[in-house]
Structures are given as C-alpha cells and as structure tokens.
C-alpha cells in the first residue's frame, strides 16, 4: 500500500489522503506501542472524505472516534497483537 497524505491538520495530529494502488480514500492518525510509533488509517467514502476536507470539526469529531477504537471495522491495516495507542 502507498499512502499519500493531501491535507494534513499539525495542530489535532490527523492528516487526510489517497492510498495510491487502490484509490481509497483515508483519515490517519498517529500511534505508538511504546516500541514504535506508527499511523492507523480509516477507510474514508468519497463523501465522507470531501465533507472532512471543508469541515475540520466533523473531520476532528471522527478522529476521535476512530482514535477510541469505534471504527475499527475501516481500518485499512489491521492492527498485530500489540497495538499503539493514540498519541
């Protein structure tokens, strides 16, 4: 998979993009299991995608969400058995 990040929000630490071989779209925020740290990213629709583009709230108030763990089923990579926590 290539990720390709288009928008990125520095200040509530997601970032919004296009993974590059399928063309999904995708929300990404950053995790660490205390050994690495890495991105998770959630399966974006079409739809969703552009309203989070012209709406940072409804966007933050997802990445929130997904950081709580409650879009687990849009996870485009699925988590090992030690998995990071939002940082």
């Known amino acids: 998979m290539k990720f390709s990040d ?8 997601y970032s919004l993009g296009m993974e ?3 063309g999904r779209r ?6 660490s299991n205390g050994v690495v740290d890495y991105e ?3 399966e974006l629709s079409t ?3 552009e309203q989070f583009r012209v709406d940072p709230t409804a966007a933050m108030a997802f ?3 997904s950081r709580g763990r409650e879009h687990d089923e849009l ?9 990071g926590t939002p940082v």
Not at 6 to 13: C, I, L, Q, V
Request: net charge negative.
């Open 6 to 13: 288009e928008f990125s929000s520095r200040d509530d630490r």
């Open 20 to 22: 590059g071989e399928s």
């Open 26 to 31: 995708y929300v990404s925020f950053p995790v």
């Open 40 to 42: 998770e990213y959630c």
């Open 47 to 49: 739809a969703r995608y």
């Open 63 to 65: 990445v929130e969400e």
């Open 75 to 83: 996870l485009m990579l699925k988590p090992g058995w030690s998995r």
